[in-house]
């Protein structure tokens, strides 16, 4: 049974930068070809698609993180990860990722001064 188990997130300040991590555990034995993603739910919103990357390392953002978050992996660790950089109040959210069906738990990442 896979598993992803989220950390990072926490309160940063505009303009400040935070990395998100995103653990595969169970039957998987590698992550070197699949499609995951991050999404987001912000207070009172529906939960958005915010970056992907493909199994050929193809990565995707929405419009609104382009330029300031990135996707990455590190396959070895069987990890995802998001580097988000110029954090912004509209980015105050509950952070996801997501491989196929499985989803992580959550972790909550608030941008205040």
């Known amino acids: 049974q896979v598993q992803l188990v989220q950390s990072g997130g926490g309160l940063v300040q505009p303009g400040g930068s935070l990395r998100l991590s995103c653990v595969l555990s169970g039957s998987i034995f590698s992550i070197s070809a699949m499609g995951m993603a991050w999404y987001r739910q912000a207070p009172g919103e529906q939960r958005e698609w915010v970056a992907g990357i493909t199994g050929n390392n193809s990565t995707h953002f929405t419009d609104s993180v382009k330029g300031r978050f990135h996707i990455s992996r590190d396959n070895a660790k069987k990890t995802l990860y998001l580097q988000m950089n110029d954090l912004r109040p509209e980015d105050t959210a509950v952070y996801y990722c997501?491989?196929?069906?499985?989803w992580g738990q959550g972790t909550l990442v608030t941008v205040a001064s």
């Open positions: 997501k491989r196929a069906s499985v």
